[in-house]
């Protein structure tokens, strides 16, 4: 079998190389992972509780390892890493708290002379497929509520990002057991291959195309998806005056790849033109480099240029790149404003998963609402402006499962996240992501 390099992103140089896993390494990891089911569903909440509580000790106290796998990977900076392994820990950590608390439906008379009550109960083995823009963190997102719901997991890490996953399961094999967490390290067609294996669901988080294809491969088994945002930013002419640094702060964080972050920007006619240059002031004082990182790998660079290539924007204002020694070859893009665009401007319409905002305008705010509702993705938007009502008015009017208003991108533990139309469906985050890996069982006794 073939190996493909794997390369840093803040040089592009190659790092080390990885061999996918074949059908022999698919089939290994799903059956390690089915022989350890029984076991770690038998366990009490509390057991299964404390184990993972172990786990997120054994992380904590190998945080710098940790933070130093994930920079590898993603060329995020030491800071964010350590924080988004902090964040992932945490993840974990509430999940071992939230399976304890008893959510099912009261038992008593539903029928007459009878009693009945519901079970919870584990799906079984969850294939979860997650993205290389946060490696640990979505994997937490999916590991957290299936191990705690008591299903065993093999996690498939994107192919460029592998480093965080492998060392997690091996500090899992250490307080779950062996088998519960198996690693799955390798390509799309690895991933291709544990779609179609035993497994009884599959949790994907990645491209809408990539989520078709596991809709198309799973068949009837249960699948949850998060396939990405585009997501708006209404800006209205009463904006506080921080509204503007925050959107390019969100945007940039992590190069723009965040499935949540900021991407287009709304606002009305009027309030266009000032909307445009502060967003550009704000841009034009961060640098990538000492201010955010570079784009992940050599497709994601290629496809991000491509659209702004391909974009008719009027309107170009850029921010620069200011890389350290040897860096001058890593995946670096400047931030991005791109304003006098077309509706249907490629920029708009396809996620540039980068550092860039799009710049759009309405007549009126029930043309704002139309154009932040009018393309396919629908995962969570913000809203900007001092008014109260008119602000809570378009929040309930934006189609999304997540708004912000005056922040954005601000999540935690106890807050669920999940898209709608073309973002998939599921739940990720809080006591409502158990669901998502369980199922419940109807049992009615007859008394007499």
Known sequence: MSTHDLTDPRTGRVRTQLQPGGPAEVTAAVTAARSALRGWAGLTAKERSHRLLSLVALIERQLEVYVQREV????????????????????????????????????????????????????????????????????AWRLGPALAAGNTVVLKPAETTPDTAV?????????????????????????RLLVGADVDAVAFTGSQAGGLDVVARAGLRRVSLELGGNCAAVVLPDAPAYAYDALVGACTYNAGQSCAAPARVITLRSHLEETVERLAEAMGARRAGPDFGPLNNPAQVARFDAI????????????EVAVGDGEAGGFWRAGLILADLAPDDPAVTREMFGPALTVQAADDLDGVIALANSVPQALAASVWGTAVGPSLHLAGQLDCGEVWVNCHLEQTAELPHGGRRGSGHGTDLSVLALAEYQRPKTVTVRLS
Request: net charge negative.
């Open 72 to 139: 590898a990977g993603t060329g995020k900076s030491d800071v964010d890493a350590r924080a988004e392994v902090l964040q992932s820990a945490d993840v974990l950590r509430f999940y071992a708290g939230a399976v304890r608390a008893d959510l099912t439906p009261a038992a008593g008379h539903r029928l007459p002379g009878r009693e009945s009550w519901v079970r919870w109960e584990p799906i079984g083995v969850v294939a979860a497929i997650v993205p290389w823009n946060y490696p640990l963190l979505m994997a």
């Open 308 to 319: 702004v290539a391909e974009s008719g924007a009027g309107v170009r204002r850029s921010g």
């Open 167 to 191: 060392l997690l399961a091996e500090h899992a094999a250490e307080t779950l057991g062996p088998g519960v967490l198996v690693a799955l390290p390798g390509d799309r067609d690895t991933g």
